[in-house]
């Protein structure tokens, strides 16, 4: 029997479905966790998923009496620890430094303009540079043909502080962006790309990419802020299309030194040519793995489990069309709730709705949110009913915040 040590936040979207997918797996399991509340019988407190240097050598120390086969993290945050601990207890090596590169925006562009892999053109600069410089100057760092360009934080999640931005929008949109990180902290100013927009969700293992489903991205629209919408997958994509974007992630994986890992990554895809937005080292967030079973039954926090442990049978792809809406706040207030919701989930194909908000919680709209107020899923035997089925959900679905207050 293997040993898996799971990492799991306190607050996690993933938490549960990762907790399920080791119950299945049938092996030794030991929870490290921020919450208070032990989630097993075998619970390793830890303060928070960013420990300092004591608390981890301590932590070193008891996994290594443990002796785990694997320490895997379920989210971005959890998936820093355990590959800090993987390293620490000879488990993996220098994949602490490739899961940092890759969730620093930063450090990836960097890291993936050294391979020369097709990324937008960007500079590393800070509000308070941007903010002495004039708009065609600010244009002219990117080599930008256009007005237009992106600004975003280095160390942020959903989408939240990323802005298209022009001349005119400028001077507001870098005051938003001063709500979210200090003036003098790293932001990327990058050209704006055109493009349908695609998610791939895979593994890496060693140097070898192993694509386990496609999304595109129908609503994403071309800003002013890029929030998660829709997605749909299995993608409707042409062979040439697949292998382009198998390739420049697997690629880009590599440069970043990534393996053994789940791998989430965003791309735009123009003229048959993908351009990389993001690789993160973790499973796709929210509560979108929920709606990826596999051809066999396997959930996709299943064989992340499965690869994590060794096993390398073949995942049997997916025979019907699955989708995500995920429901960003309309405005900024007190969330109450939502109305609705019995007639929504009564919408043939829908298989769920996920409300993940609590109500009395203080929310955000884009690009200051960091969160969804909830998902809707469908599947069905085409790609046009998945999505007239989350639309039409969706339509039914009054979200109730209190704005005065």
Known sequence: MQHIVLVVPAES???????????????QLTILTDADTPLSSETLRVTSMYPPDDEVS????????LEPS?????????TRLAARLSDRVGLTSARSSAVERAIDKAALRETLAKAELNQPTFVVTTL???SMQTPEQIAALIDSPTE??????TRE?????VIRTSPATLAQDLAILANIQDPTSPILLERYVDGEEFALEGIMSENQLEVLMIFDKPDIGEGPYFWETTYVGPARLTPQDQREIHSAVERGARALG???TPIHAELRLAQSRATILEIAP?????????????????????VILARALGDTTAVRPLHHDIGITMLPTPARGVFQGVEGLEAARNVPGVTGIEITVTPGTLVYPPPLTDRYLGFIFAEGPGRQGVLQALSRARSLITIQIDADR
């Open 128 to 130: 308070q540079e941007l």
């Open 58 to 65: 301590h932590l070193e120390a008891v996994l290594f009496d």
């Open 157 to 161: 999640t959903a989408s939240r502080g």
């Open 282 to 302: 973790r499973s796709i967030g929210g509560r979108c793995g929920a709606v990826i079973r596999f051809g066999d039954g396997q959930r996709l926090e299943d």
């Open 258 to 260: 990534l393996s053994n």
């Open 148 to 153: 237009d360009f992106v600004i975003k934080p």
């Open 13 to 27: 979207y993933r938490a549960d479905a990762f907790l399920k997918a080791a119950a299945r797996a049938s092996q």
């Open 70 to 78: 694997v320490v895997l993290g379920v989210d971005e945050a959890s």
